[in-house]
């Protein structure tokens, strides 16, 4: 192979500088089209739904491993993005460890009323507000919230 010289190695160096700055000056993406979440700024200002307390409506009549397969599916759930879990992998750590919530002694009532719309005992939590949101059906929290239950 050729040896570079000095010059021509100074040459590609300043050649690599330039691709870079061009890389850097690449028009941002639009990101106009996403919901704004913020508390401060005014795209947060706008309509969004209130924090709603739902009670259990009846006995809970959930079914613990439907509620295990929505609560790990990402595209469902996704309780795994910030919760440990029982039998779910890769978990996030950012919300409390639920693999033994079962033996925590929460009611059902209190266990459905969090996972519909935390918002309304933290409201700056970072857990969606699956309910209110319609993130999850009425059915699918119940059965959520007895998979939790069993998770001893
Ligand atoms: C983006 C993160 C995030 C996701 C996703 C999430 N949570 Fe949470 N969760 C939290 C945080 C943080 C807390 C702590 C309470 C707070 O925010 O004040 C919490 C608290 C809880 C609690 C109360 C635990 C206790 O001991 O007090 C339950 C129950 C719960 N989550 C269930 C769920 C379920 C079920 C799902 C999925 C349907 C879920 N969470 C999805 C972040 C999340």
């Known amino acids: 192979m050729r040896s570079l010289s000095p010059r021509r190695a100074a040459f ?33 200002k706008l309509a969004t739904r209130r924090p709603q307390l739902k009670q259990l409506d009846g006995a809970l009549n959930g079914n613990a491993e ?18 440990v879990m029982k039998g779910g992998s890769q978990p996030g750590t950012r919300g409390p460890d ?24 933290n409201p700056d939590t970072l857990m969606p507000p699956f309910g209110t949101n319609a993130i999850l059906s009425d059915p699918e929290i119940r059965d959520i919230v007895a998979f939790l239950q069993a998770s001893k």
């Open 66 to 83: 439907k509620g295990k397969q929505l609560a790990q599916a990402r595209n469902s759930g996704n309780c795994l993005a910030c919760h």
């Open 98 to 121: 639920l693999s033994h919530y079962g033996n925590a002694g929460r009611s059902d009532a209190e266990t459905y009323s969090m996972i519909h719309d935390m918002r309304t005992r």
């Open 12 to 44: 590609g160096i300043l050649l690599l500088a330039a691709a870079g700055q061009a890389a850097a000056q690449a028009p941002a993406a639009d990101y106009a089209a996403y919901p704004c979440l913020s508390y401060s700024l005014e795209c947060g």
